[in-house]
């Protein structure tokens, strides 16, 4: 195994920097360039089919601009180029990232008839004013015509993540400019904002969240991704959620493995939900935090009718709902019992809580396997920084390690780090050496836990999670919560079947080509796809 660095990587701050990039809130806004000058842009959905009508959005300090559109796939193909298209700045409200924008739209193209499914990511370059140019960028998604697709794979952008971290504007799911104070997350994120940067494109040398640093005893943790972001004028979050740091991994590895491979946003399983049943096989990769209940509907019919389900992601923890067709995400999260509707009103299952909320009542195990109240963080800041890389195996025999070589008690994983930063996991038990789920998990009959790590809740998430399940954060209960873990599984639903490695990180295994994660994951979608 490659030996770690023993020192924190130097991004050029000061200790007082450093506290800075970790502790205050800093974000994207318009007019933040000054004088360099700036140029943004949105779209009006995330998604299109074949000869639909994108209109896009753009706010710029200079009159005109170029647009370069490539699919950004195995191959990087260019599609559209336009130059001197015209531009201006257009206002912007003060609370843009729960409102939306509001900007006229600046320009409009066709998708092409012939366009492949996928991701398209978008390029304007305008020259500021001092000759030097400045870029912004985007991405839409390319949908699939409906029909059945025998053979290929139905990827699954995590949308509503990339919606609930996206910094854009001053607010998202996390923090915020809303509240009298001006400094409170905000339940209610619109779609109506320029992604934030980090999200669509990064260079190589930006650092994933889990720790890639041998801390030596006493260190203090430190979060080097948050640190290099405040560093180079990124995003906050850009390696908490985004096309970049998680989807696009997964798309890039399938092409070049020889898979045929199709791309959706969350909002069609939400509004389309018929998307699925043209295909065998649904992935689902990354950070993958939030859903609404439609969109599990989907995936429940979906398996339960036969459809086979790989979900290579972590931290399936919160219920959202979409408002105003789809341009509004929201999730009231730790506020939901004191401010969400919902409950006052209306049915509380729809709340936006935690899904293991006992009023919600549809834990993620019943869709996925596994719990992020069972799971949550390893591997980085003071979350088991010094633990375990990958998932300990404990059954071998497995179909999905077929060809690996992996013993009982191997590691998969530990070279490129597939462990973390968030996970899911299950209430378990031990017997004879082997780990099955406890009587009380809601486990699917059948479920076979193949993999187990250890993760915690933290200071934050602990008390959360004790008085949601248990209804305070007493000590009995909290000694409850705090320990944790981070599974990959495998059970049958219905007619079809379910494969959950839950960890966010599985898809670093696939950027750092690690030939065992290859393997796992050609496996896994070669039963589903029925290569056998």
């Given at each position: 195994m490659t030996e770690l660095p023993k020192d924190f990587p130097d991004f050029g701050l000061t200790p007082d920097q450093r506290r800075e990039a970790v502790l205050s809130h800093y974000y994207e806004r318009p007019g933040m360039d000054g004088a360099r000058g700036e140029i943004w842009c949105y779209s009006d959905r995330f998604s299109y089919g074949p000869g639909e009508t994108v209109r896009l959005q753009v706010s710029s300090t200079v009159p005109s601009f170029s647009m370069e559109i490539v699919r950004d796939g195995a191959d990087e193909t260019k599609i559209l180029e336009k130059c001197g298209l015209a531009s201006r700045w257009q206002d912007t409200p003060d609370q843009c990232s729960v409102e939306g924008c509001g900007w006229d739209t600046s320009l409009e193209f066709g998708v092409g008839e012939n366009w492949p499914s996928g991701a398209y990511r978008i390029r304007l370059t305008a020259e500021c004013r001092n000759g030097?140019?400045?870029?912004?960028?985007?991405?839409?998604?390319?949908?699939?015509?409906s029909g059945r697709k025998q053979g290929r794979i139905l990827q699954v952008a995590a949308t509503g993540t990339w919606l609930a971290y996206n910094t854009w504007g001053g607010s998202n799911h996390y923090e915020g400019i809303t509240g009298p104070n001006r400094d409170l997350y905000s339940p209610v994120v619109s779609t109506q904002r320029p992604w934030c940067r980090g999200f669509i494109v990064l260079p190589p040398e930006a650092p994933r969240v889990p720790l890639e640093v041998a801390m030596p005893p006493m260190a203090e943790p430190r979060r080097p991704h948050q640190e290099w972001a405040?560093?180079?004028?990124?995003?906050?979050?850009?390696?908490?959620?985004?096309?970049?740091?998680?989807?696009?991994?997964?798309?890039?590895?399938?092409?070049?493995?020889?898979?045929?491979?199709?791309?959706?946003?969350?909002?069609?399983?939400?509004?389309?939900?018929?998307?699925?049943?043209?295909?065998?096989?649904a992935v689902f990769v990354g950070h993958d935090e939030y859903w609404t209940w439609e969109m599990r509907d989907a995936v429940d019919a979906f398996v339960d009718q036969g459809g086979h389900v790989a979900r290579f992601a972590g931290n399936f923890m919160w219920q959202a709902r979409l408002e105003e067709e789809g341009r509004r995400q929201v999730c009231y999260k730790y506020r939901a019992r004191a401010e969400d509707p919902a409950y006052r009103s209306g049915d509380v299952r729809r709340a936006t809580n935690s899904w293991e909320a006992p009023e919600i009542a549809r834990p993620g195990v019943m869709t996925f396997g596994l719990n992020a109240t069972n799971g949550l963080y390893a591997g980085w800041a003071d979350r088991a920084p010094r633990g375990v890389r990958g998932f300990p195996v404990y059954r071998p025999d497995h179909w999905a390690f077929a060809g690996t070589g992996l013993f009982y008690g191997d590691v998969l994983g530990a070279e490129s780090h597939i462990y973390g930063y968030e996970v899911d996991g299950l209430d378990y038990e031990i017997r004879n050496g082997l780990p099955y789920p406890s009587p009380t998990s809601g486990a699917a009959s059948g479920l076979e836990v193949l993999a187990v790590g250890i993760a915690n809740l933290g200071d934050y998430d602990g008390p959360f999670v004790a008085e949601t399940l248990f209804g305070d954060a007493s000590d009995a209960n909290l000694e409850k919560v705090k320990r944790s873990n981070g599974m990959i599984v495998n059970f049958k639903r219905g007619e079809g079947e379910?494969?959950?490695?839950?960890?966010?990180?599985?898809?670093?295994?696939?950027?750092?080509?690690?030939?065992?994660?290859?393997?796992?994951?050609?496996?896994?979608?070669?039963?589903?796809l029925g290569r056998r």
């Open positions: 030097t140019p400045i870029q912004c960028y985007h991405l839409f998604i390319v949908l699939p015509r405040y560093a180079s004028g990124h995003s906050k979050k850009y390696a908490s959620a985004g096309w970049a740091s998680y989807d696009s991994h997964f798309f890039r590895f399938a092409e070049r493995a020889g898979y045929d491979v199709d791309l959706a946003s969350q909002h069609e399983l939400h509004f389309s939900p018929e998307i699925l049943l043209d295909y065998d096989c379910v494969f959950h490695a839950g960890s966010c990180e599985w898809v670093a295994g696939l950027l750092r080509k690690d030939a065992m994660v290859e393997r796992v994951t050609c496996n896994v979608l070669n039963r589903y």
